[in-house]
T-cell receptor, first 114, second 109 residues
Framework: NAGVTQTPKFQVLKTGQSMTLQCAQD?????MSWYRQDPGMGLRLIHY???????DQGEVPNGYNVSRSTTEDFPLRLLSAAPSQTSVYFC?????????????FGSGTQLSVL | TQLLEQSPQFLSIQEGENLTVYCNSS?????LQWYRQEPGEGPVLLVT?????EVKKLKRLTFQFGDARKDSSLHITAAQTGDTGLYLC?????????FGSGTKLNVKP
Protein backbone atom coordinates (compact mmCIF):
# COMPACT_ATOMS: atom_id res chain seq x y z
CA ASN A 1 0.00 0.00 0.00
CA ALA A 2 1.99 3.01 -1.30
CA GLY A 3 -0.23 5.85 0.00
CA VAL A 4 1.26 9.24 -0.96
CA THR A 5 4.54 9.11 -2.86
CA GLN A 6 6.78 12.16 -3.27
CA THR A 7 9.86 12.45 -5.45
CA PRO A 8 12.63 13.42 -5.24
CA LYS A 9 13.57 13.08 -1.56
CA PHE A 10 16.34 15.71 -1.81
CA GLN A 11 17.08 18.40 -4.39
CA VAL A 12 19.61 21.21 -4.73
CA LEU A 13 18.89 24.00 -7.19
CA LYS A 14 20.64 27.15 -8.27
CA THR A 15 18.79 30.46 -8.14
CA GLY A 16 16.67 30.86 -11.27
CA GLN A 17 16.38 27.18 -12.10
CA SER A 18 12.98 25.54 -12.46
CA MET A 19 11.88 22.11 -11.33
CA THR A 20 8.85 19.97 -10.61
CA LEU A 21 8.17 18.13 -7.37
CA GLN A 22 6.12 15.02 -8.01
CA CYS A 23 3.27 13.75 -5.85
CA ALA A 24 1.14 10.69 -6.51
CA GLN A 25 -1.49 8.94 -4.40
CA ASP A 26 -3.13 5.57 -4.95
CA UNK A 27 -6.09 5.98 -2.56
CA UNK A 28 -8.48 7.63 -5.06
CA UNK A 29 -8.56 10.76 -2.90
CA UNK A 30 -10.37 13.81 -4.24
CA UNK A 31 -8.41 16.33 -2.19
CA MET A 32 -4.66 16.94 -2.64
CA SER A 33 -2.49 19.70 -1.28
CA TRP A 34 1.07 21.01 -1.04
CA TYR A 35 2.71 22.49 2.06
CA ARG A 36 6.06 23.93 2.93
CA GLN A 37 7.56 23.50 6.37
CA ASP A 38 10.03 26.02 7.73
CA PRO A 39 11.54 26.08 11.25
CA GLY A 40 9.11 27.61 13.75
CA MET A 41 6.40 28.04 11.11
CA GLY A 42 4.58 24.74 11.12
CA LEU A 43 3.19 23.78 7.70
CA ARG A 44 1.85 26.41 5.34
CA LEU A 45 -0.50 25.62 2.48
CA ILE A 46 0.84 26.47 -0.99
CA HIS A 47 -1.86 25.14 -3.34
CA TYR A 48 -4.65 22.62 -3.14
CA UNK A 49 -7.04 20.74 -5.40
CA UNK A 50 -10.52 19.37 -4.67
CA UNK A 51 -10.59 17.20 -7.77
CA UNK A 52 -9.15 16.66 -11.24
CA UNK A 53 -9.08 19.91 -13.21
CA UNK A 54 -9.66 22.10 -10.11
CA UNK A 55 -6.88 23.92 -8.25
CA ASP A 56 -6.77 26.89 -5.91
CA GLN A 57 -4.27 28.97 -3.96
CA GLY A 58 -3.33 28.51 -0.34
CA GLU A 59 -1.51 30.85 2.07
CA VAL A 60 1.82 31.09 0.21
CA PRO A 61 1.25 30.46 -3.54
CA ASN A 62 3.71 32.96 -5.06
CA GLY A 63 6.47 31.36 -7.12
CA TYR A 64 4.66 28.02 -7.42
CA ASN A 65 2.32 26.49 -10.01
CA VAL A 66 0.20 23.35 -9.86
CA SER A 67 -2.05 21.35 -12.15
CA ARG A 68 -4.34 18.36 -11.58
CA SER A 69 -4.92 16.46 -14.80
CA THR A 70 -5.63 13.15 -13.06
CA THR A 71 -7.01 12.13 -9.66
CA GLU A 72 -3.71 10.45 -8.77
CA ASP A 73 -1.11 13.14 -9.56
CA PHE A 74 -0.57 16.66 -8.26
CA PRO A 75 2.83 18.07 -9.30
CA LEU A 76 4.23 21.30 -7.87
CA ARG A 77 6.32 23.48 -10.19
CA LEU A 78 8.87 26.04 -9.07
CA LEU A 79 9.09 28.51 -11.93
CA SER A 80 12.31 30.35 -11.04
CA ALA A 81 13.81 29.09 -7.79
CA ALA A 82 14.83 31.60 -5.12
CA PRO A 83 16.76 31.05 -1.85
CA SER A 84 13.54 31.91 0.04
CA GLN A 85 12.06 28.69 -1.37
CA THR A 86 14.58 26.58 0.55
CA SER A 87 12.30 24.42 2.67
CA VAL A 88 10.85 20.97 3.21
CA TYR A 89 7.85 20.33 0.98
CA PHE A 90 5.03 17.94 1.81
CA CYS A 91 2.21 16.67 -0.33
CA UNK A 92 -0.95 15.44 1.37
CA UNK A 93 -4.23 13.93 0.26
CA UNK A 94 -7.61 13.35 1.81
CA UNK A 95 -10.77 11.47 0.90
CA UNK A 96 -12.94 14.56 0.81
CA UNK A 97 -12.84 18.29 0.88
CA UNK A 98 -11.38 19.68 4.10
CA UNK A 99 -13.57 19.56 7.19
CA UNK A 100 -12.44 16.86 9.55
CA UNK A 101 -11.10 14.36 7.08
CA UNK A 102 -7.70 12.87 7.78
CA UNK A 103 -4.74 14.14 5.77
CA UNK A 104 -2.31 11.50 4.50
CA PHE A 105 1.18 12.93 4.01
CA GLY A 106 4.09 11.92 1.84
CA SER A 107 7.56 11.70 3.37
CA GLY A 108 8.64 15.09 2.04
CA THR A 109 11.15 16.69 -0.32
CA GLN A 110 14.04 18.67 1.15
CA LEU A 111 14.86 21.48 -1.27
CA SER A 112 17.86 23.77 -1.08
CA VAL A 113 18.19 26.76 -3.40
CA LEU A 114 21.68 28.24 -3.58
CA THR B 1 -0.06 36.21 12.81
CA GLN B 2 -0.88 32.52 12.58
CA LEU B 3 -4.44 31.29 12.81
CA LEU B 4 -3.40 28.64 15.37
CA GLU B 5 -0.94 29.47 18.14
CA GLN B 6 0.78 26.57 19.85
CA SER B 7 2.65 26.60 23.14
CA PRO B 8 5.17 25.81 24.29
CA GLN B 9 7.38 25.78 21.22
CA PHE B 10 9.89 23.41 22.84
CA LEU B 11 9.58 20.98 25.72
CA SER B 12 12.32 18.79 27.15
CA ILE B 13 11.30 16.48 29.98
CA GLN B 14 12.35 13.30 31.73
CA GLU B 15 10.66 9.99 31.06
CA GLY B 16 7.70 9.53 33.40
CA GLU B 17 6.77 13.22 33.64
CA ASN B 18 3.41 14.63 32.54
CA LEU B 19 3.02 17.47 30.06
CA THR B 20 0.38 19.58 28.35
CA VAL B 21 0.56 21.25 24.94
CA TYR B 22 -1.85 24.03 23.99
CA CYS B 23 -3.37 25.14 20.70
CA ASN B 24 -5.24 28.47 20.75
CA SER B 25 -7.08 30.66 18.28
CA SER B 26 -9.49 33.57 18.22
CA UNK B 27 -11.51 31.74 15.53
CA UNK B 28 -14.18 29.11 15.99
CA UNK B 29 -13.66 25.80 14.23
CA UNK B 30 -15.98 22.95 13.31
CA UNK B 31 -13.19 20.52 14.22
CA LEU B 32 -9.55 20.44 15.16
CA GLN B 33 -6.90 17.83 14.51
CA TRP B 34 -3.64 16.82 16.20
CA TYR B 35 -0.76 15.34 14.22
CA ARG B 36 2.61 13.94 15.28
CA GLN B 37 5.67 14.19 13.06
CA GLU B 38 8.93 12.31 13.40
CA PRO B 39 12.20 13.50 11.78
CA GLY B 40 12.32 12.87 8.04
CA GLU B 41 8.66 11.89 7.84
CA GLY B 42 5.33 13.52 7.16
CA PRO B 43 2.85 14.23 9.96
CA VAL B 44 0.52 11.43 11.04
CA LEU B 45 -2.96 12.08 12.39
CA LEU B 46 -3.45 11.29 16.09
CA VAL B 47 -7.01 12.48 16.64
CA THR B 48 -9.83 14.71 15.41
CA UNK B 49 -12.05 16.51 17.92
CA UNK B 50 -15.40 17.76 16.69
CA UNK B 51 -17.70 18.68 19.59
CA UNK B 52 -17.09 21.57 22.01
CA UNK B 53 -15.92 20.17 25.36
CA GLU B 54 -15.08 16.81 23.82
CA VAL B 55 -12.38 14.71 25.47
CA LYS B 56 -10.69 11.88 23.57
CA LYS B 57 -8.13 9.46 24.93
CA LEU B 58 -5.49 7.59 22.99
CA LYS B 59 -3.62 5.41 25.51
CA ARG B 60 -1.61 7.93 27.60
CA LEU B 61 -2.62 10.90 25.42
CA THR B 62 -5.71 12.95 26.30
CA PHE B 63 -7.09 15.50 23.85
CA GLN B 64 -9.64 18.16 24.74
CA PHE B 65 -11.57 20.56 22.52
CA GLY B 66 -12.53 23.82 24.23
CA ASP B 67 -16.20 24.50 24.97
CA ALA B 68 -16.18 27.43 22.54
CA ARG B 69 -14.34 25.38 19.89
CA LYS B 70 -11.51 27.93 19.72
CA ASP B 71 -8.79 25.96 21.48
CA SER B 72 -7.53 22.50 22.26
CA SER B 73 -5.02 20.79 24.52
CA LEU B 74 -2.99 17.62 24.42
CA HIS B 75 -1.97 16.05 27.73
CA ILE B 76 0.54 13.21 27.91
CA THR B 77 0.68 11.16 31.10
CA ALA B 78 3.94 9.45 32.09
CA ALA B 79 5.80 10.42 28.93
CA GLN B 80 7.99 7.82 27.25
CA THR B 81 10.98 8.27 24.94
CA GLY B 82 8.78 7.04 22.10
CA ASP B 83 6.61 10.17 22.52
CA THR B 84 9.48 12.32 21.22
CA GLY B 85 8.47 14.25 18.13
CA LEU B 86 6.82 17.38 16.76
CA TYR B 87 3.16 17.81 17.71
CA LEU B 88 1.02 19.93 15.40
CA CYS B 89 -2.54 21.10 15.71
CA UNK B 90 -4.51 21.78 12.53
CA UNK B 91 -7.90 23.08 11.45
CA UNK B 92 -9.69 23.13 8.11
CA UNK B 93 -11.44 26.30 6.95
CA UNK B 94 -13.15 26.32 3.54
CA UNK B 95 -11.03 23.51 2.04
CA UNK B 96 -7.79 24.97 3.43
CA UNK B 97 -5.87 23.30 6.25
CA UNK B 98 -4.06 25.59 8.69
CA PHE B 99 -1.38 24.31 11.05
CA GLY B 100 0.06 25.61 14.28
CA SER B 101 3.81 26.18 14.47
CA GLY B 102 4.24 22.98 16.46
CA THR B 103 5.58 21.83 19.82
CA LYS B 104 8.87 19.97 19.66
CA LEU B 105 8.88 17.40 22.48
CA ASN B 106 12.03 15.66 23.66
CA VAL B 107 11.60 12.94 26.27
CA LYS B 108 14.88 11.98 27.91
CA PRO B 109 15.48 8.49 29.33
Amino acid sequence: NAGVTQTPKFQVLKTGQSMTLQCAQDMNHEYMSWYRQDPGMGLRLIHYSVGAGITDQGEVPNGYNVSRSTTEDFPLRLLSAAPSQTSVYFCASSYSRGRWEKLFFGSGTQLSVL
Amino acid sequence: TQLLEQSPQFLSIQEGENLTVYCNSSSVFSSLQWYRQEPGEGPVLLVTVVTGGEVKKLKRLTFQFGDARKDSSLHITAAQTGDTGLYLCAAAVANKFYFGSGTKLNVKP
